[in-house]
């Protein structure tokens, strides 16, 4: 291995060699690479790097065989480009030799009737295990399950149990793990690989079985499923219904996946949009979406807009407000989103309870307050050597710290608001916070410039 | 197991209970629950969750045997509290039995000279091991490995490998492939689990050998660690060094580790926070914190106030401008953060290369004049309708197309000037991007007024 080059290096090269021949256009040695060379998912990554003429060039050279683990690797949006154009009897073969929860994923994003078609166009046995899948969403342990489980009856010996592995067309590829079942598919325990190895052949498995495996119901959340993974440290994961029959299992790989998935959007949640939102999609289909959330900022920009027309008469007399007005609306915006991001990751983390809910309240208020102490007298202070106005001064010191205030108390309460009515806090908090502190930023500000100023 | 509580539910139970005693000082039942029934995790979690002055009652009443695996799981900043209570020798005994990279990680917490003390106080075998990884950061694939790995030479057979492995005190935990060496231990293969599980006693592990399994160079940046890990499925990986020679092993929990900690991580960049910033930390810590965030802000705050000072004179007599002058700032801020996720998300995951660079941009542009065109034919006529100003209409909408061309184009550039000057483009181009469209959008509104309704 150490005197020739890695095969991630050669990857990695084989990559710059697809992406020049597609520029380039020479394209039989493109076809090579796609089909002998490289991985489905560098692939799938190659083509959702690229833009939307040579993605269609790239799908052409990719052989059938090929195409339905690239499929399951793509993002929804790209994936679903290439599925418009596909026939179910096509579908059906190119991804005949997916893991369940993958097949599941890809045929959730068709229309109701083409599924149909597609699982019609399956063989009995694989329509019948993608089908349990398909009952259940992505978002609990059913839709992240794959019903291809390796389990043994509890009085079979290590020997047994080796040759039975051996009449299988092939273990799982992520194995960690052996299932112990009853006559009636309830699950009794597992052993580890660890014990199976190590073990005398003629041990029974029962002897070597963890009576108290986690295991995994089918209904639970997908990130209580992940959080479960991340603290017991879990390669895989029995699925069981209520009964405590088996029904599958979940493998890290996916989790991984889950998680990856969640890193990417918060990132894309704080502009209010999508993960799937296609970085190479067309200009329209962008435009449109990004619309809806620029319509929503609209609407608070305009209240924030009629907060300040209510002080036209003040404004005019002191234009210096209208110059000061940003300053007291974004350092309040700025300490809002700060509460909201500890309160949001106390949410997704499962950390406030009862019991530290009103601690953690007055922590965030107090801690506010201490910030709007301290910058209002520094903003106080600037704005004095500005203007030379001491009432002016002391108007916007005072809003700063009534606007920390109301930062510091929407911060906290939104994420709980929003969570109640179950709309996603990462999503809509941003929003929300800011419009509570632009309008109560400048109304204060400019309520206070009236009062003291103009009176 | 179907008829009896499981164990998932009875440590949800069981944590209900430590909450209730430590609530109402009843301390008998938390202590036996914490040193018997709850795993490190969860007691991890529960720390967290507590206040001060419960962490402290809760890590007094967790037996020595414990704390190291607690020690391990909790945020650095929590951990950090009881790290400075413990004296070197305690320290050395409570990690004793933690994998070398959570020792590495305990010891970076401290400083040089304890950590010099607590390598001491190990044992010669264990220290070794530690200080090999604690000279590489957590940034890079050295600071994620574990020393503890299993390997063979090719020419054994599997029946003398079973042997070696009943002979080791344990096998790793996550234990999916057996690497294989020379005598000079360079990394030669590596064998599945499956392999062994299902070959032949006699067989030679030459034989079962994959000889192009994925390695990772041990100065491999953590995040290229992950993505690798997903792109392949992988459950572990060797590390070697330039010469190919074996140095450790990454395994799938660090990976799922550090995947949670990104997306609590972009949970907190928005609000320019680190995620280690503790959410029951004391008020003092926090607000100090925040601080730093709000004093970069109120820079930018007062240049845009600064811009907006400039047309002080137009202002006067036009007091509609400082009602309207938000709108145009705070739509092209948010235009310009979409452009900017999608950047920062097609940057992490590798998708932007000189080929597609130009799309990009251009794609950008024209997606943001295109609701630039569509928002300003908006606002323009809302504008119409509030002040029946006609030139004041057109001044507005004017200076939205402008301001949501410059988002765009700041959108698209900031985080490639960032990544060029290796600053986190998550962390401070949502502070940077809303500056300059802030700057922009009041310059490009009054300037045009001054020009258009002025003179």
């Known amino acids: 291995m150490s005197d020739k080059v890695t095969r991630e290096a050669q990857i990695a090269r084989d990559v710059g060699i697809v992406e020049a021949g597609l520029d380039s256009g020479s394209l039989s040695n493109v076809r090579y690479l796609l089909n002998f060379s490289l991985p489905p998912a560098d692939i799938a990554d190659l083509i959702e790097a690229s833009t939307p003429q040579e993605r269609q060039v790239i799908w052409k050279l990719l052989k059938e065989k090929h195409r339905g683990e690239v499929l399951s690797e793509l993002a929804e949006d790209v994936a679903g480009d290439f599925l418009e154009n596909m026939a179910p009897k096509e579908l059906a073969e190119v991804t005949a030799d ?46 992240l399950m794959n019903t291809d489980t390796v389990s043994v009856r509890p009085h079979v010996t290590v020997k047994t149990a080796l040759r039975y592995f051996r009449q299988l067309p092939a273990l799982p590829q992520i194995f960690d793990s052996l299932l112990v079942v009853n006559t009636d598919d309830r699950l009794l325990g597992s052993v580890s690989v660890n014990s199976l190895l190590t073990a005398d052949p003629s041990t029974e498995i029962k002897a070597l079985m963890d009576e108290e495996p986690v295991s995994i119901n089918v209904d639970m959340a997908s990130m209580k499923v992940a959080l479960l993974f991340e603290k017991r440290d879990l390669v895989s994961a029995p699925v069981v219904d209520g009964d405590g029959c088996l029904l599958g299992r979940i493998t890290v790989d996916d989790i991984v996946d889950l998680y990856r998935d969640e890193a990417e959007n918060h990132i894309m949640e704080r502009a209010g949009m999508d993960a799937e939102q296609d970085t190479f999609a067309p200009v329209m289909k962008t435009q449109r979406r990004r619309a ?136 809509a908090g941003g929003v929300l916070v800011t419009t509570l502190t632009d309008v109560g930023g400048f109304f204060t500000f400019l309520g206070l410039a009236t009062i003291i100023l103009v009176h």
Chains 1, 2 share one sequence.
């Open 98 to 143: 997916l893991d369940t929860d993958d097949i599941a994923d890809i045929l959730q994003q068709l229309p109701a009737t083409l599924t149909a078609q597609v699982l019609h166009s399956m063989r009995a046995q694989d329509r019948q295990r993608v089908e349990r899948v398909l009952g259940y969403s992505d978002d609990v342990a059913g839709g």
């Open 292 to 427: 809806v959330w620029l319509s929503i900022n609209l609407v608070a920009a305009f209240m924030a807009a009629a907060v300040i027309g209510l002080f036209e008469a003040t404004i005019e007399q002191f234009v210096a407000l209208a110059v000061l007005q940003p300053i007291v609306a974004s350092m309040g915006g700025i300490a809002g989103n700060q509460s909201l991001a500890i309160m949001i990751r106390a949410q997704v983390l499962g950390q406030i309870n009862r019991g530290n809910i009103g601690w953690l309240f007055s922590r965030e208020v107090r801690a506010g307050l201490l910030n709007g102490v301290l910058f209002s007298v520094l903003v106080g202070v600037i704005a004095w050597f500005w203007f030379e106005h001491a009432a002016l001064s002391w108007v916007i010191a005072m809003a700063l710290v009534v606007n920390l205030f109301i930062a510091a108390v929407a911060g906290v309460l939104t994420p709980m608001l929003l969570q109640r009515f179950k709309i996603d806090p990462a999503l």
